[in-house]
C-alpha cells in the first residue's frame, strides 16, 4: 500500500507548498478528460487517494500524526524511509543463497546469524534510488535494534558476462 507521500511523490520532509503543488499536479494526471496526452503517464491511483493524501498532509496536526504511524509501521517491518548516520554496507558483503533467492548476513552488533536477510522481492519493494545511481535499502537486524543502510547496483543480464 502507497503512503500518502508516494501518492502525491514528495519527499518525507516535504513543503507545504511542495504539496500543494504535487495535489495539483496529481490530481491532473489522474483526471480521465485532463490526462489526454498518450506521452504521459498514469498515475494509476484513484483521485479519492489523491485527496486523502493531499488532506492529511496539509493539516500539521493529521500529518504529524500519520508520521508518527508510518515511522511505527515501518520500525515494525524492518523497514525505514529515513537513514541519515547509518553505517553503510554493499549488498556484496552478503551472502546470497541461490535456491531460496535470498542475501543474508550476521549482525555486526549483536552477531546474530542472518541477522540481516533480503528477499531479492523485498529489494525490489523497498529500494530507493541512491545518489549514486545505484539503489539503497534501510534495514533493521532481527535480533537488536541496529539498522543499516545496504547499498546495490542492479545485476547485469547473466549473457553479457559470458
Not at 499536479?25 to 486523502?52: F, T, Y
Not at 498532509?57 to 541519515?84: A, I, P, W
Request: negative net charge; contains cysteine.
Amino acid at each position: 500500500m502507497l503512503t500518502h507521500y508516494e501518492v502525491l511523490r514528495v519527499k518525507f520532509d516535504a513543503s507545504l507548498i511542495e504539496i500543494k503543488q504535487a495535489y495539483r499536479d496529481r490530481l491532473l494526471n489522474a483526471h480521465p478528460d485532463k490526462n489526454n496526452d498518450e506521452n504521459k503517464p498514469a498515475l494509476n491511483v484513484s483521485v479519492n487517494a489523491i485527496q486523502e493524501a493531499y488532506r492529511v498532509l496539509s493539516d500539521e496536526k493529521l500529518r504529524r500524526e500519520y508520521d508518527h504511524e508510518v515511522v511505527e509501521g515501518q520500525k515494525n517491518s524492518g523497514y525505514v524511509g529515513t537513514g541519515d548516520g547509518l553505517d553503510e554496507y554493499s549488498l556484496d558483503e552478503f551472502d546470497f543463497d541461490p535456491e531460496t533467492l535470498r542475501y543474508s548476513m550476521s549482525c555486526p552488533r549483536c552477531v546474530a546469524e542472518e541477522g540481516f536477510s533480503f528477499s531479492e522481492d523485498t529489494l525490489e519493494e523497498h529500494a530507493e534510488e541512491a545518489n549514486n545511481g545505484g539503489f539503497q535499502v534501510l534495514s533493521q537486524c532481527s535480533c537488536c535494534s541496529l539498522w543499516l543502510k545496504v547499498n546495490f547496483e542492479l545485476a547485469e543480464d547473466e549473457g553479457e558476462d559470458e
